[in-house]
């Protein structure tokens, strides 16, 4: 009898550590969908960066899912499709973008202007996926830049380095119709760029990728509603007379209005190879364990928005357990806090011990 109930109560804890496996994100279940993925074909040949996407080099990388909204499901999907791909070689990432547009129109025409006041397209990269010292690169449909450096992302108090350039970045656009002119429909417009690894790393790290590598990586399109007035494109507007909010439409939807959550971003993952035949993709066993450090990070914030101090326990959080189970491995969540400041850290026992803190950075402590 002894036996049986031991055998019992083994099971039943069991089955309440799998269920508060699955249950530890249910209060934040858009924040923690599974980020998309694209495994990155190598070529030896680089495409011409002119905005024509049916260069025959193109036809060895493959389409992305189409766009959707920023928030997920939790909105309608895009009426209009984007897609893109991407190509790698040894000194650069080359991608192509297409977007369905019926009404081409943009007003912007210098660098570094604040482009995404037109429609755009935005590409963001974290090389070394750490959330730390990300790239920004925007585009419209008349081929001007505005790109910036992030030490860190706004809601850290993050300050964009606008003067930063990307130094040896090309792009180029093609328009499927015509520039400013309502009286006719237009089909869209394609973009190609061309990112060079030392414009997007730190330091002395601007070699190549290597075989299996995997970058944070995120792509959005903006999307104004606009009407016609005196023969011009111009925004609508509400009752008060505000511009209406734009359209975000991404490749990975972080699940907020914000491209700034790098840790939300998709995976850009490496192969040496010309076609992803034997290239499979597998979320990082780290990343995994990172995903309870984030769930924590967002809850201390919702908590100390309410109580202006930190939560010093898990239960404070409304997270009720303190042992997961992840790729068949325990792990222990542990948090502290103070009135200025936290940390969480969770740990294995046998492999790294991961920490975040209220500055949302992600460090080892062994």
Request: net charge neutral; with cysteine; glycine share 4%.
């Amino acid at each position: 009898m002894f036996i049986k109930r031991t055998l019992l109560f083994g099971m039943a804890l069991l089955a309440s550590q799998y269920a508060n496996a699955q249950n530890a994100f249910s209060s934040m279940p858009y924040l923690f969908t599974t980020p998309k993925n694209y495994v990155v074909t190598y070529t030896k040949q680089s495409p011409k960066i002119d905005g024509n996407i049916n260069d025959p080099i193109w036809e060895q990388a493959a389409w992305t899912d189409k766009f959707v909204d920023i928030e997920g499901d939790l909105k309608p999907k895009p009426h209009l499709n984007t897609q893109l791909k991407m190509l790698w070689s040894d000194s650069c990432l080359f991608i192509a973008v297409k977007m369905e547009e019926p009404h081409l129109w943009a007003n912007l025409t210098k660098h570094d202007a604040v482009i995404y006041n037109d429609n755009d397209f935005e590409l963001f990269i974290d090389p070394d996926g750490d959330t730390r010292d990300y790239f920004e690169i925007e585009v419209n449909q008349l081929n001007k830049i505005f790109d910036l450096f992030m030490p860190k992302p706004y809601r850290d108090r993050g300050n964009a380095l606008i003067s930063w350039n990307a130094p040896g970045m090309e792009s180029a656009v093609q328009l499927q119709g015509t520039l400013n002119n309502p009286t006719d429909k237009d089909n869209g417009w394609t973009v190609e760029m061309k990112i060079p690894y030392r414009s997007v790393k730190m330091g002395f790290a601007s070699g190549a990728p290597k075989e299996g590598d995997l970058w944070r990586i995120n792509f959005s399109r903006v999307q104004w509603d606009t009407e016609v007035k005196n023969n011009k494109y111009v925004k609508l507007k509400d009752a008060n007379g505000k511009n209406l909010p734009e359209r975000n439409w991404v490749w990975s939807a972080p699940g907020i209005i914000s491209m700034h959550a790098p840790e939300r971003w998709g995976y850009l993952q490496f192969t040496k190879s010309t076609t992803t035949d034997n290239a499979t993709f597998t979320l990082p066993y780290a990343d995994l364990q990172k995903q309870y450090l984030w769930l924590v990070y967002y809850k201390q914030k919702e908590y100390r928005a309410k109580h202006q101090q930190f939560a010093n326990n898990l239960a404070d959080l409304d997270i009720n357990a303190a042992t997961y189970s992840i790729n068949g491995k325990d792990n222990t969540l542990t948090v502290s806090g103070t009135r200025q400041q936290f940390l969480a850290t969770i740990t294995d026992g046998n492999n790294k011990t991961w920490a975040i803190d209220n500055s949302g950075e992600v460090i080892i402590l062994k």
